[in-house]
């Protein structure tokens, strides 16, 4: 395949964890990949730092329409994948309105510029499980009513919604992927997984003696984020545009991440971890599980990794990492 036939696909939030992999899912499926960048950023490029030299950066905001139409100009995509979001929810309540413009508007923007310049693109959403915050029933499927919990989970249902509204107004092939927590060492240190993963493995080498975490007892279903970025890819290789939930279909307490972490470790987690009720949600989300037996059966997606191989990889992958640091000193804070 010439570089000239090669599909191009731009991606949103490349940055990220999920950006990240997406991009080199794509690159090994032989397209040529974009990622938007904000103008001033402050972003750290050490998730895709392995892949710079084959990918193109453009600049560009959710906040502003403009630099969006441009971006799709330059970029010329036949994908466009929108992962980019004030995704941490705790902020949320502290950023409100900045979550709402980047989180929800950003996404009609997107759209927007989409229509505007190429309507044949195809496009997906990040959607949330967040979105589902006091559930309505369990399992959560793709009909299950929505009731957020959070700003960031409020931000993400008009997100969704106005991606079905672009789809049926304007016949655009737009689509929303409703993942539930997804991890991998490259998360975010503000997430609770990658939060006890780190912490163990400081308390491991040394480095500290404790953990102080929020709710142990609220429920997630978690899964690898590398297995959830294949299913955005296939929801958008398919004849029809539907949303799909994307879920291991089982759930966990932040307890057992303990369990599992420290254990790997060799340590004991119920020695270390200290409960801070300050760390608590204002409005907590007890259980969230997802059933994606609609993706296994029109996408043939399956999760590869399961939530113990995925915080045993999560451990590890923290320990090579402090245990570098200290090397290279100082201390790893």
């Not at 992999?21 to 938007?36: F, S």
């Not at 392995?50 to 600049?59: A, P, S, T």
């Not at 499927?141 to 989970?153: A, D, K, N």
Request: proline fraction near 5%; include cysteine; charge should be negative.
């Amino acid at each position: 395949m010439t570089s000239r036939e090669a599909p191009r696909a731009l991606i949103t939030g490349i940055t990220g964890q999920d950006g990240s992999y997406l991009a080199e899912l794509l690159l090994e499926q032989g397209y040529e990949v974009y990622g938007v960048v904000r103008r001033s950023s402050t972003e750290a490029f050490e998730r895709i730092a392995h892949i710079m030299d084959r990918v193109e950066l453009v600049q560009a905001d959710l906040t502003d329409q403009m630099s969006l139409v441009e971006a799709i100009r330059t970029a010329r995509p036949r994908e466009v994948y929108n992962l980019a979001a004030q995704s941490f929810v705790p902020t949320s309540w502290r950023q409100p309105l900045l979550t709402g413009d980047v989180t929800a508007m950003g996404v009609t923007r997107m759209l927007e510029a989409i229509r505007m310049v190429d309507p044949a693109i195809r496009f997906y959403q990040a959607s949330s499980s967040e979105m589902y915050g006091q559930v309505q029933e369990t399992p959560q499927r793709e009909q299950t009513p929505f009731y957020p919990r959070s700003p960031y989970g409020v931000a993400k249902v008009y997100g969704h919604w106005i991606t079905v509204n672009y789809r049926e107004s304007y016949g655009l092939f737009a689509v929303s992927g409703i993942l539930f927590n997804h991890e991998s060492p490259r998360r975010g240190l503000e997430f609770v997984t990658r939060k006890i993963t780190h912490g163990a493995a400081r308390i491991k080498t040394g480095l500290d003696g404790e953990l102080r975490l929020g709710n142990l007892d609220a429920k997630r279903d978690w899964g690898y984020a590398k297995d959830y970025v294949r299913a955005m890819w296939l929801m958008l290789q398919q004849d029809d545009p539907a949303d799909y939930v994307i879920s291991s279909d089982e759930t966990h307490t932040v307890r057992e991440v303990c369990e599992i972490a420290f254990g790997h470790l060799g340590l004991n987690w119920e020695d270390h971890v200290v409960v801070d009720p300050a760390l608590y949600r204002p409005a907590e989300v007890y259980e969230l599980l997802g059933d994606s037996s609609k993706a296994r059966k029109a996408l043939d997606w399956r999760p590869q990794v399961d939530f113990a191989g995925l915080i045993q990889l999560m451990a590890e992958a923290d320990l090579e990492r402090v245990q570098r640091r200290i090397r290279q000193g100082p201390d790893p804070a």
